[in-house]
């Protein structure tokens, strides 16, 4: 607050010249029609003002203005030189540029079919500050009445006569659709062989009607094309197959059977660009090549050989990292490191190898220690061998190992595919706990029988599938998007086949065991929506619905315990820390064990997030997060923790912060400060709206997290 009071009291017209006015606003306004996207039409203004927080707070021109303007001293110098390099210089209103970007906005007016559309402007002057406003009077616009394709080539003629036909009667002109249209024949044309057409070789003729806000559009070869000689015109309408498919690499690393393989240009077919763009896609994602070059010979009259130059890139790579921890009182220290070999059979397989061990010491004077290994292996065909052991040894609770195996597959995404489907066809994990402390024991573990199960041993075998969805664009990054994730996984219903026919020991809760272990089954779904609006390049509105089941049947009364939901932390309720929401009203005493006891069966999660990109490596936020964790049954050891359809709405947790953004181009460091609005597990106090008069306190009511990455 010190600061924003500080930087917004700065004279913003500090560093403008005397004779000169700042900027301060400068908008599009299109008077008489509302269908014109005046945010596309402010990319053609050739002068804007500075860049705003929250469309009001010029904080950039603030921190430029923090500059001393004395700089006779050498501490005031770097001053000046940090201020204005993190800062932004002040936009000095230029009436030449304006009259410019009138001009160019006139001009993208016609292009959009507005042939007699003006613009003016309004100045306003005031404390040496400059508001502009660019009023654009569209008019009627002009459609498309006859559409006339004026083309001798059978083939060409033919694909711009088909449905796919962009250019359409009735339609508003636009030169952006002609161009797509030009873009569309030649790609079609390409992917029929015809090497050389481009779409240069043809244009499009415009042809106004007096007094009819019509046009009349022919499209017709380019004049260039009618002045090529036979030999060239011969080349333009020859089909082209390609010969030979020849790869060269500077230093032989990958065998020609796992290079053919990718290649989706093969010899004796017709050429096709669509094969050519993917073949750079394949070739490209093989973990060990830096880059690709496809080139074409012509050889004869119709054939082409295809020359693929491939470059190695690193091919070994380890990485270690220390850390330090400190969590409720107890310190810690934690090691990794990690190896991997992307070309360990020559055939582009990536092996890793990774560990890791950490050692806590605890404020009781316990210790706690854990150490993980595992290893994997991904195939080109997209097939992936995972393998993992985890050991923990908490002296004051227990001692268990975890070990795992996955036998997965995922299927490669075509060009304009915007699913992505992965299947893991066997999932093992093996929990065995040797060793368990009597307080445990007495305190959570023989409180309830359904919970025990969450610490006995079990094996667990299950399938899975998952998939997604994106309408994400990269060539057009500044246009709303749409996310949708989704996971199934079930387990158990193997081995309880083979139970009900084969004879298998059972312990004391009537569940069958595999060797001396009872396995767990149960279905398990989740669903993931997320709406990433773009209102303009900088201010960004997303939104977030996630949703999670899972039940637990025949051979096993509740989930394991690392299959359960839990709710809190820096991407779910951020006014909440992770694993201390929930489930339903069910509140915590301060027990240490509390933690393994805030898990559920159901999850719901709702996100609004405001994102401003303030600079290029910083972006501010605020959010709106709500949402909770249900069980399926009613456990003696959770209460208010079922899940009632009539009661749910009611305990669904609210909270609210601000958040701030640092890209450093490799990753994403996220700092997020939430507050709790709505507290369920207070419901029974009548304190459940955390506001000054119920006792909002920073200790229990607010929360910081530290987090790599997006929320959603």
């Given at each position: 607050m010190i600061l924003?009071?500080?930087?917004?009291?700065?004279?913003?017209?500090?560093?403008?010249?005397?004779?000169?006015?700042?900027?301060?606003?400068?908008?599009?306004k299109c008077v008489d029609d509302k269908k014109v996207n005046t945010s596309e039409l402010r990319n053609y203004l050739r002068q804007r003002q500075n860049t705003e927080i929250f469309g009001f707070w010029k904080l950039q021109l603030d921190i430029y203005n923090t500059a001393p303007s004395d700089t006779t001293?050498?501490?005031?110098?770097?001053?000046?030189?940090?201020?204005?390099?993190?800062?932004?210089?002040?936009?000095?209103?230029?009436p030449e540029l304006t009259a410019i970007s009138m001009q160019q906005l006139r001009q993208q007016m016609n292009n959009m079919g507005y042939f007699h559309a003006s613009v003016d402007t309004v100045v306003k002057v005031k404390k040496r500050k400059v508001d502009l406003t660019y009023l654009v009077t569209a008019r009627q616009p002009y459609t498309i009445?006859?559409?006339?394709?004026?083309?001798?080539?059978?083939?060409?003629?033919?694909?711009?006569?088909?449905?796919?036909?962009?250019?359409?009667?009735?339609?508003?002109?636009?030169t952006a659709t002609l161009d797509e249209e030009?873009?569309?024949?030649?790609?079609?044309?390409?992917?029929?062989?015809?090497?050389?057409?481009?779409?240069?070789?043809?244009?499009?003729?415009?042809?106004?009607?007096?007094?009819?806000?019509?046009?009349?559009?022919?499209?017709?070869?380019?004049?260039?094309?009618?002045?090529?000689?036979?030999?060239?015109?011969?080349?333009?309408?020859?089909?082209?197959?390609?010969?030979?498919?020849?790869?060269?690499?500077?230093?032989p690393f990958l065998r020609k059977r796992a290079l053919r393989q990718a290649c989706r240009l093969k010899e004796g077919e017709r050429y096709a660009e669509w094969r050519v763009e993917r073949t750079y896609a394949r070739m490209n994602a093989l973990p060990p090549v830096k880059y690709v070059d496809i080139a074409f010979t012509p050889v004869g009259d119709s054939l082409l050989d295809c020359n693929i130059t491939v470059s190695r890139g690193r091919l070994n790579s380890i990485s270690a990292e220390v850390e330090g921890t400190y969590s409720a009182g107890d310190w810690g220290v934690a090691a990794g490191v990690k190896y991997s070999n992307k070309n360990i059979f020559k055939g582009a397989e990536v092996l890793t190898l990774g560990a890791r061990a950490s050692y806590e010491w605890r404020a009781n004077g316990g210790r706690a220690i854990e150490a993980k290994a595992e290893a994997g292996l991904l195939f080109p065909s997209n097939v992936k061998v995972n393998i993992a052991y985890n050991y923990q040894q908490r002296p004051e609770e227990?001692?268990?190992?975890?070990?795992?195996?996955?036998?997965g597959y995922t299927i490669p995404r075509r060009p304009g595919n915007r699913w992505t489907h992965s299947f893991n066809f066997v999932d093992i994990n093996y929990i065995y706990v040797p060793w368990m402390s009597d307080a445990f024991k007495q305190n959570f573990i023989n409180r309830s029988s359904a919970l025990l199960a969450s610490y006995e041993d079990h094996f667990i075998l299950d399938w899975s599938y998952t998939g997604s969805f994106s309408t994400f664009n990269p060539r057009f990054p500044n246009r709303s998007y749409l996310q949708l994730a989704m996971r199934v996984e079930t387990a158990g219903n193997l081995l309880y086949g083979?139970?009900?026919?084969?004879?298998?020991?059972?312990?004391?809760?009537?569940?069958?065991?595999?060797?001396?272990?009872?396995?767990?089954?149960?279905?398990?779904?989740?669903?993931n929506f997320t709406y990433h609006g773009v209102i303009t390049p900088k201010h960004h509105l997303v939104?977030?619905?996630?949703?999670?089941?899972?039940?637990?049947?025949?051979?096993?009364?509740?989930?394991?315990?690392?299959?359960?939901?839990?709710?809190?932390?820096?991407?779910?309720?951020?006014?909440?820390?992770?694993?201390?929401?929930?489930?339903?009203?069910?509140?915590?005493?301060?027990?240490?064990?509390?933690?393994?006891?805030?898990?559920?069966?159901?999850?719901?999660?709702?996100?609004?997030?405001?994102?401003?990109?303030?600079l290029k490596f910083m972006e501010l936020a605020a959010f709106l997060d709500a949402g909770n964790i249900w069980t399926i049954r009613d456990y003696d050891t959770q209460p208010g923790g079922v899940f009632l359809f009539d009661q749910f709405y009611k305990q669904i947790a609210w909270s609210y912060g601000v958040g701030v953004r640092f890209d450093l181009s490799i990753l994403i460091f996220r700092v997020d400060f939430g507050v709790k609005l709505h507290d369920p597990s207070r419901i029974a106090e009548g304190k459940q709206w955390r506001t000054a008069p119920n006792g909002l306190g920073w200790k229990d009511d607010m929360t910081f997290h530290f987090a790599i990455g997006h929320p959603f």
């Open positions: 924003c009071i500080v930087l917004s009291s700065c004279n913003t017209t500090k560093f403008v010249p005397q004779d000169k006015y700042l900027l301060n606003k400068a908008h599009v001293t050498k501490s005031k110098r770097q001053l000046a030189r940090n201020a204005k390099k993190m800062g932004e210089a002040p936009v000095v209103y230029d009445r006859h559409y006339e394709v004026d083309i001798s080539e059978p083939a060409v003629a033919a694909i711009a006569k088909s449905d796919r036909c962009l250019v359409a009667e009735g339609a508003q002109f636009s030009r873009t569309r024949i030649a790609t079609a044309l390409r992917n029929m062989g015809y090497f050389y057409f481009e779409k240069s070789m043809l244009e499009f003729t415009a042809d106004s009607a007096l007094n009819s806000h019509e046009v009349d559009i022919r499209i017709h070869a380019a004049p260039f094309v009618e002045h090529l000689d036979s030999a060239e015109l011969a080349k333009l309408r020859r089909r082209y197959y390609i010969r030979e498919v020849n790869f060269s690499m500077d230093k227990y001692t268990r190992t975890i070990a795992t195996a996955t036998l083979l139970s009900q026919f084969i004879p298998m020991q059972k312990d004391n809760n009537g569940s069958a065991m595999l060797w001396k272990i009872p396995f767990a089954q149960y279905a398990k779904g989740d669903v939104g977030h619905i996630g949703l999670g089941v899972a039940v637990p049947y025949a051979n096993a009364t509740v989930l394991p315990f690392e299959k359960r939901y839990f709710s809190g932390g820096s991407n779910s309720i951020r006014g909440w820390q992770a694993r201390t929401l929930g489930p339903g009203t069910f509140r915590g005493n301060g027990n240490t064990l509390v933690y393994d006891l805030q898990v559920g069966d159901i999850k719901l999660d709702m996100n609004l997030e405001y994102r401003y990109k303030v």
